[in-house]
C-alpha cells in the first residue's frame, strides 16, 4: 500500500470517493445531527417591505403545546455587530489595484478575503435588534418547540401589527437614485474617452439589457444544529465558508473563535447562497443560547426566496463603436442593479467588460439602487453571468450590424494582453475554443439571414456566445500525515459541495507523493482542521490544490530526509521505513499563499458557447437541439468531475436563458412564485446533447499545480448563445431575460 508508484494520477477520470455514502444516505448532512435533547426552531418573517413593528402579540404562542420559547427583539440577547463579507473581492478574491480605476479583474487576484474575515451577510442590521422592516421576509422572531410541528404551528400563532412606511420596491421607476454602493467589487473603469469615441465611430450599437431576479434553490435547504455548551458553541451548518462563520458567531457573540466550532462536511448545493452567514444562523445560536439546549433551525423553501439571497435583477446598458470592419474603438457598459440598506452587495456585471475584448476607450460602471426588497448576494458567476448576456448580444448585433461572422467579429477585437492592465495572460487558449467548438457543432453551415433556415415548421438558428472567470487563488493550510502502515491523511477545513473536491485532493496528494489513490484519504469540513477559504468564485481547487501539492511534497521531504536524502529503492515502502525507524507517524503543516510572481500575469479560465435551436414558427416555443462548448481552464485535475462541473454549469445558464425568474409583486414588495412548481428550473427533457471540449492547457505561471478552478465559467456565455441563435431562428432579438413565447410571437 505504501511502495511509491510513478502512475500519473491528476487528470483522470476517477469516481468521486464519497459517491457511495451519498446514494446510499449515509452521508450526514447540517439537519441529520440529531443530538440528545434536541428542540427545534421556526423564524416568523415580517409580511411588510418598510415600516416599524407596532406590537408582537405572542400569547397564544406560548400557551400551544410543547413550546419553549418566543424570541423577539424584545427579549434577545443584545449581540456585537458581526463582520461583513469583504467588499473588495467578495467571494472571489481580494482586490488589486488598476490603472485608471480599472481594478481587481486584469490580474491573479491578491489572494481573497484576510483569513480572519467574517462573512455577515447584513451588516446594517443586527439580527433581532430592533423593531424596523426593510423587507418582506425579514427574520422578525423565532419560536422554539419540542417538535417541529409544534414550532411550525406556534409560529403561525404570532400575531404582529405594524406602523407601514411608504416602500420603494421597483427597480426601474428608482433608477436615478443609484448610488455607487458596493462599487469596489467592480470599480468604474475610465480609460481614453470612450464617450468622445463612440460619437465618432462609424457603426454604433446602443442597447439595453435586463435580466430578472433569479434565486439559488439548491436541494439542501439552509439548515443547522446548534448547541451551547458552556462558553462553547457548536455548528453543524450547511456553509461554504465555515471559518468565516466562526469568525462571525465569535464576534457577535464576543467569545474567543477557539471557543466554536463549525461541521460542514456535506453541503448539498449553495451557488453561493451558503458562502455568508445568514440571520437564521444567529437564530438557532440565540435560542440556544437562552434554553441551553440543542436546537434544530431548518428553512423552508418559502423562506428560502426571502432570507438567503438571490441574483439580484439588473438593467444595463451597453454601447459599443466601431469601424466599418468591426475593430472597437468604444466600449461603454453601465447600469443598476437592485439592492437594499441592510447589505452592501453589488451585483458586479461590469468586471468582465475589462477582459474580454480589447478596446482602447472603456468606460464602465455599475450602480445599486436600495430597495425594500430581501437581499441580493452571490449566485454563480456573479456579475459575469448577466454582464456577458448584455455583452455577447451587444457583439452579436454589430456582428450584424458591420456584416461579419460573430466569430470573427471576435477575432477581430481578441485581447492578446489584458486590456485594462496590459498584463500577459497566464495563458489563454480562447482561440482554439472558437475553432474546435465551431469545427464540433458545424458553424459553417450557419445561414447569417436571420429566418431563413426550416425544418418543418420549426425555425432553425446557430448562436455562439465568449464566456471568461478569473482564476483566483488565497491562501490555505494543509496538514499531513503517513503512519506505519503506509496510509495518508490529508486535513484541509475545505468544502464538498459535489464539486468533486475530495477526489481531486486524493489525486494531488497520491501522485505527488507516488503512492496509491487508495491509501490517501482527505479531511474536510470542520474547523479543527487547517484554515481554508470559502469554497466559491472558482477558488477551491486551485487554492486547496495548491496546499495538498505543496504538503504532500513537504511530507516526501521529510521522508526522503528520514531515509537519508535518498529516494526509496525499487521494493522498499514509506511503512517499511518507518518501521526501520521505530516511527507511528510522519506529519508535515504548511501555509499555503499566493507567489508574487503570479501577481505579473493576468489569469481566466476562457471559454466558447455554441446553441442551437429550433422555434416554432407559430407558437413562439423554444426548443434546444444542441449545445457545444469549449474551456480553457488550465489544468484538468479530474475529467470525470470536470466534466460535470462545467455540465451543471451550462443547464443552469439554459434555465437562466429560457425559464428562472423570481416574480416580484411591487405593490407588496414580495416575491411570488416561491415555490419550485412556479419557479422553472430545467428538467432533463429540457436538455440537449451537450458536447463539452476541455482544451488542454499548460499554465506555468497560474499558481504550482496549472489549475485555474471552473466551477463558475460554464453558466457563463450560455444565455447569449440561445438569446443570439433564436435571433437568427428567427429574426427577434430578445435583451430581456428570460427568452419565454411572449417576446417571440
Same mark, same amino acid.
Given at each position: ?29 447540517? !439537519?441529520?445531527?440529531?443530538?440528545? =435533547?434536541?428542540?427545534? *426552531? #421556526? @423564524? +416568523? %418573517?415580517? /409580511? ?82 430592533? !423593531?424596523?422592516?426593510?423587507?418582506? =421576509?425579514?427574520?422578525? *422572531? #423565532? @419560536? +422554539? %418547540?419540542? /417538535? ?598
Amino acid at each position: 500500500m505504501s511502495q511509491p508508484v510513478n502512475l500519473p494520477l491528476i487528470g483522470k477520470p476517477r469516481d468521486r470517493v464519497d459517491a457511495r455514502v451519498k446514494v446510499t444516505g449515509a452521508a450526514r448532512y447540517a !439537519a441529520e445531527n440529531n443530538m440528545k =435533547g434536541l428542540v427545534h *426552531a #421556526v @423564524v +416568523v %418573517a415580517a /409580511t411588510i417591505p418598510s415600516g416599524r413593528i407596532k406590537s408582537i402579540d405572542d400569547s397564544a404562542a406560548k400557551k400551544s403545546p410543547g413550546v419553549l420559547a418566543v424570541i423577539t427583539y424584545q427579549n434577545a440577547p443584545k449581540l456585537n455587530p458581526p463582520p461583513t463579507q469583504p467588499t473588495g473581492g467578495g467571494q472571489s478574491g481580494g482586490q488589486q489595484s488598476g490603472q485608471s480605476g480599472g481594478g481587481q479583474q486584469g490580474g491573479q487576484q491578491s489572494g481573497g478575503p484576510p483569513p480572519d474575515s467574517g462573512n455577515y451577510a447584513e451588516p446594517h442590521l443586527l439580527p433581532l435588534a430592533d !423593531a424596523n422592516i426593510h423587507y418582506v =421576509g425579514q427574520q422578525i *422572531a #423565532v @419560536v +422554539v %418547540a419540542d /417538535t417541529l410541528e409544534q414550532a411550525t404551528h406556534a409560529a403561525n400563532l404570532v400575531r404582529v401589527t405594524y406602523d407601514e412606511t411608504p416602500a420603494k420596491t421597483d427597480l426601474l421607476a428608482h433608477r436615478a437614485e443609484a448610488t455607487d454602493k458596493g462599487s469596489q467589487q467592480a470599480p468604474p473603469i475610465h480609460m481614453g474617452d470612450a464617450d468622445t469615441a463612440f460619437a465618432a465611430a462609424a457603426v454604433k450599437i446602443d442597447q439595453t439589457y435586463r435580466t430578472p431576479y433569479q434565486h439559488h434553490n439548491p436541494m439542501e435547504a439552509h439548515s443547522l444544529v446548534a448547541s451551547w455548551e458552556g462558553n462553547r458553541l457548536t455548528l453543524h451548518d450547511s456553509s461554504q465558508n465555515i471559518f468565516a462563520v466562526r469568525i462571525t458567531m465569535a464576534k457577535a457573540f464576543g467569545i474567543p473563535k477557539e471557543n466554536i466550532e463549525v461541521m460542514s462536511p456535506f453541503v448539498g448545493g449553495a451557488f453561493g447562497s451558503k458562502g455568508s452567514t445568514w440571520p437564521h444562523v444567529f437564530a438557532a445560536a440565540i435560542a440556544t443560547y437562552q434554553l441551553r439546549r440543542p436546537v434544530k433551525l431548518w428553512l423552508s423553501r418559502k423562506q428560502l426566496f426571502f432570507t438567503n439571497g438571490h441574483r439580484p435583477a439588473t438593467e444595463q446598458r451597453v454601447a459599443l463603436g466601431a469601424t466599418p470592419d468591426g475593430k472597437l474603438v468604444s466600449f461603454i457598459h453601465e447600469g443598476i442593479n437592485q439592492g437594499n440598506s441592510v447589505s452592501d452587495y453589488n451585483e458586479r456585471f461590469t468586471r468582465p467588460t475589462r477582459t474580454i475584448y480589447a478596446c482602447p476607450n472603456i468606460r464602465a460602471a455599475n450602480k445599486v439602487v436600495e430597495l425594500n426588497v430581501a437581499s441580493g448576494t452571490y449566485m454563480r458567476a456573479p456579475g459575469e453571468n448577466v454582464g456577458m448576456f448584455a455583452i455577447e448580444s451587444a457583439m452579436d448585433e454589430l456582428a450584424e450590424a458591420v456584416k461579419m461572422d460573430p466569430i470573427a467579429l471576435r477575432l477581430a477585437n481578441y485581447a492578446e494582453d489584458d486590456p485594462v492592465e496590459h498584463k500577459p495572460w497566464s495563458s489563454k487558449s480562447l482561440r482554439q475554443c472558437y475553432q474546435q467548438a465551431a469545427e464540433r457543432i458545424g458553424w459553417s453551415r450557419r445561414n447569417p439571414v436571420p429566418r431563413s433556415v426550416r425544418d418543418g415548421r420549426w425555425l432553425i438558428g446557430l448562436g455562439m456566445a465568449s464566456a471568461t472567470y478569473p482564476a483566483h487563488r488565497a491562501p490555505a493550510s494543509a496538514r499531513g500525515r503517513i503512519d506505519a502502515s503506509g496510509n495518508v491523511v490529508i486535513s484541509c477545513g475545505t468544502h464538498e459541495m459535489g464539486m468533486g473536491t475530495a477526489t481531486i485532493m486524493q489525486q494531488v496528494a497520491a501522485e505527488t507523493l507516488g503512492v496509491p489513490f487508495e491509501s490517501v484519504r482527505f479531511e474536510y469540513g470542520d474547523t479543527k482542521l487547517p484554515q481554508a477559504p470559502i469554497s466559491a468564485g472558482s477558488l477551491t481547487a486551485a487554492t486547496v490544490g495548491t496546499a495538498v501539492y505543496q504538503v504532500a511534497n513537504e511530507l516526501k521531504r521529510k521522508l526522503v530526509e528520514l531515509n537519508g536524502g535518498q529516494e526509496l529503492a525499487a521494493g522498499d515502502t514509506y511503512a517499511a521505513l518507518l518501521h526501520r525507524h521505530y516511527l507511528t507517524t510522519v506529519e508535515a503543516q504548511i501555509d499555503a499563499k499566493p507567489d508574487p510572481e503570479e501577481a505579473k500575469y493576468a489569469t481566466h479560465s476562457f471559454g466558447a458557447q455554441f446553441a442551437e435551436v429550433a422555434v416554432d414558427a407559430d407558437l413562439g416555443i423554444v426548443r434546444l437541439r444542441r449545445i457545444v462548448a469549449a474551456f480553457g481552464g488550465g489544468r484538468i485535475l479530474n475529467a470525470k468531475t470536470a466534466h460535470s462541473q462545467f455540465y451543471g454549469g451550462i443547464v443552469q445558464g439554459i434555465g437562466c436563458a429560457l425559464l428562472e425568474q423570481t416574480r416580484l409583486d411591487t405593490h407588496a414588495g414580495s416575491f411570488t412564485n416561491v415555490n419550485l412548481g412556479e419557479y422553472l428550473v430545467p428538467v432533463n427533457a429540457d436538455i440537449p446533447p451537450i458536447d463539452i471540449i476541455m482544451v488542454e492547457e499548460n499554465d506555468e505561471h497560474v499558481n504550482p499545480i496549472g489549475a485555474k478552478g471552473i466551477g463558475e465559467i460554464g453558466i457563463i456565455g450560455v444565455a447569449p448563445a440561445i438569446a443570439n441563435a433564436v435571433y437568427n431562428a428567427t429574426g427577434k432579438r430578445v435583451r430581456d431575460l428570460p427568452i419565454t413565447i411572449d417576446k417571440l410571437l
